[in-house]
């Protein structure tokens, strides 16, 4: 059974970092592309970043590319979503997601593995 487990949320203030973490278990993580998505309260759940088997990456606009970037280490089964300069609108609930195939996608109907989430709140 496919396990995603996200890790490292939390509260900052604005301008800070965070590197969230989600561990795969259960499945072979080298085979398929991973998602970033997050949710706010009252909003639809939105793509943010995505990586591909091979570590191509997409993200949602260009800027959070300029603050955020994604990455994946095949060995720990664990991919990361490193976030700069956060702002108040970062704030959600991020999870991580697993498609059994590449490249990723952000549409949220592609993957067929969601981990639980992690809070992410930022402060003004």
């Known amino acids: 059974q496919v396990h995603l487990v996200e890790s490292g949320g939390g509260l900052v203030q604005a301008g800070d970092s965070l590197r969230l973490s989600c561990a795969a278990s259960?499945?072979?993580?080298?085979?398929?592309?991973m998602g970033w998505f997050r949710q706010a309260p009252g909003k639809e759940r939105e793509f943010v970043a995505g990586?591909?088997?091979?570590?191509?990456?997409?993200y949602s606009e260009d800027s959070l590319k300029g603050r955020f970037s994604i990455s994946r280490d095949n060995a720990k089964n664990t991919v990361y979503l490193q976030m700069n300069s956060l702002k108040p609108e970062d704030a959600a609930v991020y999870y991580c997601?697993?498609?059994?195939?590449?490249?990723?996608?952000?549409?949220?109907?592609?993957?067929?593995?969601w981990g639980q989430g992690t809070q992410v709140t930022v402060s003004s």
């Open positions: 997601a697993v498609r059994n195939g590449s490249p990723s996608s952000p549409h949220s109907s592609f993957y067929d593995y």
């Open positions: 259960g499945w072979t993580f080298s085979n398929g592309a």
């Open positions: 990586i591909g088997r091979n570590g191509g990456s997409t």
